[in-house]
C-alpha cells in the first residue's frame, strides 16, 4: 500500500476507536453523573480499543467552552440544567482524530445544540478542495446567525499534522475577509463550530488542567520521564502520578511560565452565555474530503 493510503488507514481506525469512546461517554451524561467519571469512561475506552490519546478528553459544561478536563479527584457533578460538551482525540502513529458533541439535559437547551450540530454539517457542505477557509467560516457564521444565535469569533478549527494537534492553518467560525488561505488536498482539518446565547466572546479563566510540552530538554529529570509518553501532545495533571499534587501543579505554573510548557487554561464565555459545539475531523481529497 501506498504512503497516503496507510495514513488513511490510520486516521480511520483511530476515527472508529473515537466516535465509539464519545458515544459511550454521550450515553452516560445524566445529571448527578461526576465529571471525573466521564472523562475517564471515554479516555479508558480509547485505551482499551488499542488508540492513543491524542489529549485529555475535555468535558466543559455551560458557559465553559473549552478546556475543562478533571483534576484529579474532581468533585464536580453533571448540573440538572446542562450542555455538555464532550471533545475528545485519539491518534493511532500520531495520525490524530479530533472529534466533540454536545448533549442538553433540558429541552430548552437543545436548540442550541440543533444548532451546532446544523453548523458542522453546513461547514462541511462547503468544504472542497481549494475553497478558502474563510467561506467556511461564513457558512458557519450565517447558518448560526440565522438562528438568532452567536458563533464564538475567537474559537475556531484547525489544521492537523502528525503529532500535531494544532497546526497551521485555521478554520474560523466566522467569516474572517482577511483570511485568504485555503484547504488543499492531502491537508486534514478539524472544523468546531461554537455556538452561544451571549456575547461569543471566550476569555481565560486562572485555572488549567492542561499543558503541553514546549522545551523537553529543560524538563527536570522526573517529569521529563513521566511526560515522554506525550510527546508534543497535551497532558493532564490527573495522568500524572508519584508526584505529590500540590507540588505538581506549583512545578507545572513554573515551567510555564518559564516558557518549558504551554498551559490551556479553561475557557469561559465572556458573557456567560451557554454553549454548544459540534466537532469533527476531515481530509481533503483529489475531488471532495473523507470525514473520520
Ligand atoms: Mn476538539
Ligand atoms: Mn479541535
Redesign the pocket.
Known sequence: MNKLGEKIDAYREAGIVLERAIREGEKLVKPGLPVLDLCEAVESRILNEGAQLA?PC?VSINEIA?HYTSPPEDATLIPEHAIVKI???AHVDGYIV???VSVATTQDLKDLVHVAERALKKALEAVKPGVRVSLIGETIESTIKSSGFRPIINLSGHQIKRYQLHAGKNIPNVNMRTLLSRVKPGEVY?I?PFVTDGVGVVVAAKDAYIYRVLEPSLLPKQLADLLKKYNSLPFTTRWIKGIDRLRLEKLLSYLTRKGILASYPVLVEKSHGMVA?F?TTIIITEDSYLAF
Open positions: 489529549f475535555n473549552a471533545d475528545a482525540g479530533d472529534k466533540a478539524a468546531e459545539q466537532e
